[in-house]
């Protein structure tokens, strides 16, 4: 079971600025990857198609995915946590900060794919730039 502490003390700057960091990497990391496996052959046709059906604007295609999708790339976004435990205030910041990071940026790959689409293969786009 995870153990996310709600207790007193709280943890220094440092420590947060640190836990915050393997969150941000981890979510970034593997969202780039999971997105990098759906758009191989196999992942394209079995489970990501479902996605690239419409090529509607970005806010009304991104809810429309296969379920399995849509499983795979929910788990990046607790990966971190799970991995590195920290305290419960750590974890609402990383919540509040990475929805604020989120801003649709242009990205050369997903060009290909949605027809200029600005969106990022990456949680906060790190990866995208490599």
Request: net charge positive.
């Amino acid at each position: 079971m995870i153990e996310i502490r709600a207790t007193l003390p709280l943890p220094s700057r440092w420590k947060i600025f640190l836990r915050l960091l393997v969150y941000f990497s981890v979510e970034d990391y593997t969202n780039y990857w999971n997105q990098i496996f759906l758009h191989n052959k196999w992942g394209y046709e079995k489970i990501h198609h479902v996605h690239h059906e419409y090529s509607a604007p970005i806010g009304f295609t991104v809810p429309y995915a296969y379920w399995a999708e849509i499983l795979i790339l929910g788990i990046p976004s607790f990966l971190g946590p799970t991995m590195v435990l920290g305290h419960i205030i750590i974890f609402w910041l990383w919540i509040a900060s990475r929805e604020r990071l989120r801003r649709p940026q242009p990205s050369p790959r997903r060009d290909k794919c949605r027809g200029g689409g600005r969106e990022r293969e990456g949680g906060i786009g790190v990866r995208d730039s490599v």
